[in-house]
């Protein structure tokens, strides 16, 4: 299943990158997001969709998501975002350079299940990371001293608390982070999402109860797949 994602870049980054190296970075992070699929035995592939040039100049101090977001709906032409949004399968990624240094992106599955924030500092697995947080698969949970679950059933909705699951978690496994990890001790990652049938070496890459993002991508492909059929 092909799921596709259209790049609205902002004009300084536009201008700072031209739009050859954008599209070199993009392919580069198309290309690694479907490695990572292949990978893990998630039955999707990403796409690069239409590429925009937007203004993204926002008067608001520390602007968060929404404010990037709704921005990016008033300079752009409202037709193309719903056609996005009609799309189960379509996502639709921002490009800026104004993120916090620490911060490569950024989504909320509840504001928007569709959307996601680049910065232009973002690596090659950024994509895919961030596309996983949309299909609700999260980081690992020793980077957030164990506290993960306390907050995802603090910022998660009551409406969405069924869609928590405890295995949908990153792993970090010989020294290395799968690509939901978070970790601050492994630097090396690998292109795989967390699961107990993935081997690095003698090594496995996740647990059946607790570190199985593999398995959350593909319960959300057959979802994607199902609201798909009934968008028709």
């Avoid at 870049?9 to 993009?26: F, P, Q, R």
């Avoid at 500092?121 to 949970?141: C, F, P, S, V």
Wanted: include cysteine; aromatic fraction near 10%; charged fraction near 25%.
């Amino acid at each position: 299943m092909n799921t596709v994602v259209d790049f609205f870049i902002s004009e300084s980054v536009w201008s700072a990158y031209g739009e050859s190296k954008i599209k070199e970075m993009i392919n580069s992070s198309i290309h690694t997001a479907n490695l990572t699929l292949k990978n893990s035995c998630v039955p999707m592939r990403r796409q690069s969709g239409k590429l925009y040039q937007v203004d993204m100049t926002i008067q608001a101090f520390d602007p968060d998501l929404a404010s990037y977001r709704n921005q990016l709906l008033r300079v752009t032409e409202p037709t193309i975002i719903k056609e996005i949004t009609q799309k189960p399968n379509h996502y639709y990624a921002l490009v800026v350079d104004d993120l916090p240094d620490d911060i490569l992106g950024k989504t909320d599955v509840y504001l928007d299940p569709q959307f996601l924030i680049l910065s232009d500092q973002a690596e090659k697995y950024t994509l895919e990371h961030e596309l996983g947080h949309l299909a609700n698969a999260w980081h690992d949970d020793t980077s957030w001293n164990s506290s993960l679950s306390k907050y995802l059933e603090e910022y998660t909705p009551d409406a969405h608390k069924n869609e928590l699951h405890a295995y949908a978690r990153g792993y970090n496994c010989a020294g290395r982070r799968t690509i939901m990890s978070q970790s601050s001790v492994y630097y090396l990652q690998l292109p795989i999402y967390s699961s107990p049938d993935i081997f690095f070496g003698d090594e496995t890459c996740g647990d059946h109860e607790h570190a199985d993002n593999a398995r959350q991508l593909r319960e959300y492909a057959r979802r994607l797949k199902d609201k798909m059929k009934n968008n028709v």
